[in-house]
């Protein structure tokens, strides 16, 4: 219940917020990720996904709760102002069990999705990196005051889910991270850790769910979550 109450009042103060959000605090410019969503609700930028498969997108469960909310994706480009826009399948949703995490049916993408990391990327010490639209300031400055068009990302660790600091913030299904050369914030929700496999790949082994703005940010753990995300991109979730 306390990473839930920390998952509302966070996209609570986000949605509150005038204007758009926009990029990771600190960090870098991303110069790659063809698999990466800007999500929209109501016409208005919100949250980060990614392309998991050619018909389904991957983010937070708090970012597309209500069927009444106008969903939509822009796909394709790295600036939020450019890429094709695509709306979410009329009940195309399925939410994780026991995760902020939802996959989204869209219309068929022209995208490379990314592939799925496995358990073995998931470990404390571990170095992840985070993308997003998300806000490039911390508090006391307002996040819409600090917004970017452009993908950013940045390097973080991966922390003892008891870490003291991440207590308000993750569930059984999360993992926590600390902040490296940057932290994700408001509007990065839903956004994607990914980490190298033995192969080289850039694979996704996590979904933003909740960030301290300052310290620490949570995230779903998709290595627990393969099968399940398996399973409803082969039957829809049905």
Known sequence: MRAYGAI???V??????AEPASAIQGGTV?????????VYIDGEPSCTGTVVAPEWVITAGHCVRYD?????????????RHGKVVRRVENGTVFAPGADVALVRVPRLDVQPIELGTSASVKVGRGVRSYGWGATCAP???EGSCQSNVLKQAQVTIVKHADKRCE????TGDFCVQRGTGLPAGGDSGGPATAFDKAGREVLVGVLSASDRTEVASFGDVTRLRSWIKWVIRTGGH
Request: glycine share 8%; aromatic share 14%.
């Open 68 to 80: 009444n909310w106008d969903i939509t994706f822009r796909v394709g480009s790295l600036d939020q």
């Open 168 to 171: 308000l913030l993750v569930g």
């Open 140 to 142: 006391p400055r307002s």
């Open 12 to 17: 609570a103060s986000f949605l509150a917020m």
């Open 30 to 38: 991303s110069k790659h990720g063809p698999w990466a969503a800007r």
């Open 8 to 10: 509302c009042a966070f």
